[in-house]
């Protein structure tokens, strides 16, 4: 078995498209997924949708040739590891002095070229939420870089994470601090299946570029 095949799809990718996976001394499957565990491995796609179907069709099993015990809910498992895994990098980053917080200050962040990335509490309002949206989509027309963000974690996720209380929006600023948050956010983000506001966002931008284009 080719060490970074995906067991669903039959597939190789890179080891940041994958998850790791072992056999404990129980005989129980672990997410291992920061990839340093000992043992013979095997390896599934970075989403919820695959990991699911592996444990469904019993292909840890298979992988391992050996009867394993897969936990009940292992997708949630892996999810709760990657969320305490982005959370945690979150927190060292506001220790770092690499996050602004407070709709106002996100924008700024935004409209000024710091922002490496946005995060909403999954209880944004639209209208916090379409403010920064439009400092995002002026930056792109600014010939700024396209700056996503996420809604990944509610206001208490956040708050406790940042050390501060009613943290609705945030801004990580580029820099090395940032950019290792964002390495756990976009995982996160990718295993959940991706975000629809971003990806929106983005077609819009593109559908405005192109009419543009066709009036020139």
Request: aromatic letters at 4%; a neutral charge; proline letters at 4%.
């Amino acid at each position: 078995m080719n060490d970074r095949t995906c067991i669903v799809t039959r597939r190789q990718a890179e080891p940041d498209e994958l998850i790791r996976f072992v056999v404990g001394p129980d005989s129980a499957v672990v997410p291992d997924i920061k990839r340093n565990l000992p043992g013979r491995g095997c390896w599934v796609s970075a989403d919820r949708l695959h990991i699911d179907k592996a444990a469904a069709k019993n292909l840890f099993a298979r992988a391992f040739k050996a009867q394993v015990v897969v936990p009940p809910d292992l997708g949630g498992m892996v999810d709760g590891l990657l969320s305490r895994s982005a959370l945690g990098m979150l927190g060292l980053a506001r220790k770092a002095g690499a996050i602004s917080l407070g709709a106002t200050k996100v924008e700024s962040a935004v409209r000024g070229g710091l922002a490496l990335f946005v995060l909403h509490a999954t209880e944004a309002s639209d209208d916090g939420v379409r403010k920064i949206s439009q400092a995002r989509r002026a930056t792109v027309h600014l010939g700024g870089p396209a700056i996503l963000a996420y809604k990944l974690f509610s206001e208490a996720e956040l708050s406790l994470a940042l050390g501060g209380t009613n943290v609705i929006h945030a801004a990580v600023l580029a820099g090395d601090a940032g950019r290792a948050v964002q390495k756990r956010m976009v995982a996160l983000d990718r295993y959940r299946g991706g975000s629809p506001d971003d990806l929106a966002m983005l077609a819009a931008v593109a559908d405005e570029d192109d009419a543009a284009e066709d009036m020139e």
